[in-house]
């Protein structure tokens, strides 16, 4: 991963993560960057200046003056190429969303006219609190870039969301940014469908599934990172995203989601349909709560739109239209069946018989199936790699039909 030549501003603010930053700014300057640090109070608790001030071969600032010298907030904002706040901590993500200026970092952050890339870590409790929640949706609207936060041991003891992305993987984030050769799909418009449906029943229940909405994410991502603009037709799911290149709708119903994804797909030349819709809705919705009266209740069902076969349909040539199947048992026939039967282009195959694969997991074991007949088993891999592997397949089918 090449970042030769390029200027980097590093912001480095109070959090445990702030420890790795050293390994980080090696990482950056080994890919040929030129970079210079800026730290927080709070962050030199954490990592020693003097670290960071050697391995980045730069003085590391740490106030808009140092005594008698004015570090020129606007001068580092105007010389980097990217600045990237990483940790970002809750305390400073909360001054970034508010236009808060009371220290270096965010004075050279409001400044800069460069891209700015924001890595948030903190506990798992603080990245989900509402007000972490709402300065992230804030920060992103403002066109900041996310990278985004991992799941695994943080340094509360907990196990959960809010680990800062590994320096290795922050690199390659900034690489695969400034790579022209990695946006093969720049001026491309996709849609991607995700998540469950909730089909009501009466106004407190409703039929649902486990889908988590992960798989989907992580593709509307992988085709974003790859410089598509991309629509995001999302289920009800915990999961978001906070991807600049990815605009989210929200919907809850299978007939909504089948409106939302008619409405996009005219305009779009890819779309991946990875959301695990209803096939059946309650055929009459009661308007008040049903009372618990009988031993035995029946509910009539009846079947919903099938969104993929209906762009399948309509689908015209420059689209790529890829689908899921989700099978149990005789995997590989059922998922030629819905290649064949829903005109889609590819299907991505997933097995519950496979140990790390479906709803539940951060993991993905797929064999995708083309129209040409090749079948391609991919290994069990995280669901970003599974996502980008899936981009890279659209590209190579787009490439045989000279769309790309
Ligand atoms: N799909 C869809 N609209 C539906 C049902 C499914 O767009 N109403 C899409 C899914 O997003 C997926 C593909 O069709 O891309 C296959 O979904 P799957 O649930 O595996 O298959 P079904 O067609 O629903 O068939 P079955 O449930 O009988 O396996």
Not at 230 to 254: R, W
Request: hydrophobic share 45%; aromatic share 4%; net charge neutral.
């Amino acid at each position: 991963m090449s970042l030769q030549g390029k200027k980097i501003v590093l912001a480095v603010t109070g959090s445990i993560a702030a420890y790795k930053t050293p390994h980080f700014v090696r990482l950056l300057v080994k890919a040929g960057a030129d970079v210079k640090v800026l730290i927080t109070d709070a962050a030199a608790q954490f990592v020693s200046p003097l670290s960071l001030a050697t391995v980045s071969k730069h003085p590391v600032l740490a106030n808009v003056n140092d005594g008698a010298t004015w570090n020129n907030h606007v001068e580092l904002g105007l010389w980097a190429d990217a600045m990237i706040i990483a940790p970002c901590s809750a305390n400073t993500l909360g001054k970034l969303a508010n236009g808060l200026c009371d220290n270096l970092v965010c004075a050279v952050y409001l400044s800069a006219r460069c891209p700015v890339f924001i890595a948030p870590a903190m506990d798992e409790d603080m990245w989900l609190h509402p007000s972490t929640r709402a300065n992230m949706s804030k920060v992103r609207g403002f066109g900041n870039h996310i990278i985004p936060v991992v799941h695994g041991e943080l340094a509360s003891g907990l196990i959960g969301e809010g680990r800062m992305a590994e320096p290795e993987d922050m690199v390659a984030h900034l690489g695969g940014f400034f790579s022209e050769e990695n946006k093969q799909l720049k001026g491309i418009k996709a849609l991607v469908t995700a998540g469950p449906t909730y089909e009501r029943i009466d106004p407190v229940r409703f039929i649902g599934n486990f889908s988590s909405g992960k798989m989907g994410i992580a593709i509307a991502e992988a085709l974003a990172d790859r410089g598509a603009q991309v629509t995001l037709v999302l289920g009800p799911s915990h999961e978001h995203t906070y991807h600049s290149q990815v605009k989210t709708i929200g919907v809850e119903s299978a007939h909504e989601m089948y409106e939302a994804s008619m409405a996009a797909f005219k305009d779009t030349q890819i779309a991946v349909l990875a959301a695990a819709v209803a096939d059946y809705r309650p055929a009459m919705q009661a308007t008040e709560k049903i009372k618990k009266k009988e031993t035995e209740l029946t509910i009539a069902l009846t079947k919903t739109d099938d969104i993929l076969a209906s762009l399948g349909k309509i689908k015209q040539p420059g689209q790529t239209l890829v689908g899921f199947a989700l099978e149990t048992n005789d995997e590989l026939a059922h998922a030629a069946e819905k290649l064949k039967a829903k005109n889609a282009d590819m299907i991505a195959l997933n097995s519950l018989r496979d140990a790390g694969a479906g709803f539940a997991h951060n993991t993905n074991k797929i064999t995708l199936l083309k129209r040409s007949g090749v079948h391609v088993a991919l290994p069990l891999q995280s669901k970003k790699d599974a996502a980008a592997s899936i981009v890279d397949h659209i590209l190579e089918l787009r490439h045989a039909e000279k769309i790309a």
